[in-house]
């Protein structure tokens, strides 16, 4: 989000924006947050070591690292190698960027994708022959439905203990 974004947010105290590409540098003090959260921006980032080591640096020890991400993205502004990959590799990209920058205790993969919903009962042949039929069509409606609603995007966390 953006500065103008950020401001127009009534429930939001405090912001900072910054440009992490230019400068990967964090504007806070050497371990003064116990959790860093990034959402669904990580495929942007063009020096992702050094954020990484920025992020690792301003994490109290036992922080934790929280990096999402699913499998939409701009893709005019994400970087080449995250266009590429499916999703093992996207979530192995995240891990070597931990991996590579600091010593993490540990670095867990997470899929938080909610599970599929059981399908319906189908209707018996009683139901289908006493409804005419449309027992039959409401299972094959609701079926489809949850199908559809069983569809969405790959929701992935890659998380770093400091």
């Avoid at 401001?7 to 003090?29: C, G, I, Y």
């Avoid at 920025?54 to 690292?65: A, F, S």
Wanted: charged letters at 25%; a negative charge.
């Amino acid at each position: 989000m953006n500065a103008e974004e950020l401001a127009r947010n009534d429930r939001l105290t405090e912001f900072v924006t910054s440009d992490l590409n230019q400068d990967p540098r964090l504007p806070f003090d050497d371990e003064s947050f116990d959790v860093v959260n990034c959402v669904v921006s990580v495929d942007y980032l063009t020096q992702p070591r050094e954020v990484f080591q920025e992020i690792y640096r301003v994490l109290r020890p036992q922080g934790k690292c929280l990096i999402s991400f699913s499998n939409r993205c701009f893709p005019t502004k994400a970087v080449a190698m995250w266009l590429q990959a499916d999703d093992i590799g996207r979530m192995t990209i995240v891990a070597s960027y931990f991996h590579y920058s600091a010593a993490w205790k540990s670095i867990e993969a997470l899929d938080i994708k909610p599970p599929n919903p059981p399908p319906p009962r189908p209707p018996s042949a009683g139901d289908i022959f006493a409804t005419g039929g449309n027992a039959a069509f409401s299972w094959v409606r609701t079926t489809m439905v949850g199908a559809k609603e069983a569809m969405t995007d790959p929701m992935f966390v890659i998380k770093g203990t400091k």
